[in-house]
């Protein structure tokens, strides 16, 4: 991965939207996100991305990620332009696809070494298709 930018369009009722994105080099989430790294995408839109996590908990375990990259919850929630919102919304909206709305599934955010997190782009995971225990981990 480079650090070169990429732009995406995206069609529209209103005509092409351009989302720029500055890839941080080596991670793993700026790839997908450029396309440069593959990954099985569920849903995307021009501001976040699905796809199915690799290591999978739970029958249904996709991963959110907002496009630009945010390296945690914290810092993506300081960015303040809505993409917090946004990627929450886009959790629900798997949620949905995935038959699992319904039932009930989680959203989970792992934050620094302690909270899980083992990449450093942040994601939300939305896991379900089972009965969920607690406390978690």
Known sequence: ?????TTISVGG?????????????DCL??????????ATIVSSNPRTIAFRD????????ILVIPR???PNLA??????????ADLVA????VALAEGIADTGYRVVFNTGRH???????????????????WPPG
């Open 68 to 70: 630009a990259h945010h």
């Open 13 to 25: 009722v209103a005509g092409p939207v351009h989302v720029k994105i500055f890839p941080v080099p």
């Open 90 to 93: 886009h959790a629900h909206e």
């Open 75 to 84: 810092e993506l929630a300081a960015a303040d332009d809505g993409l917090l």
């Open 29 to 38: 989430f700026c790839g997908i996100a450029a396309s440069e790294i593959p």
């Open 115 to 133: 909270g899980g997190q083992t990449v450093d782009h942040v994601h939300a995971h939305v896991i379900g298709g089972r009965q969920m225990t």
């Open 54 to 61: 690799i290591n999978p908990q739970a029958p249904v375990h």
């Open 1 to 5: 991965m480079g650090s070169q930018e």
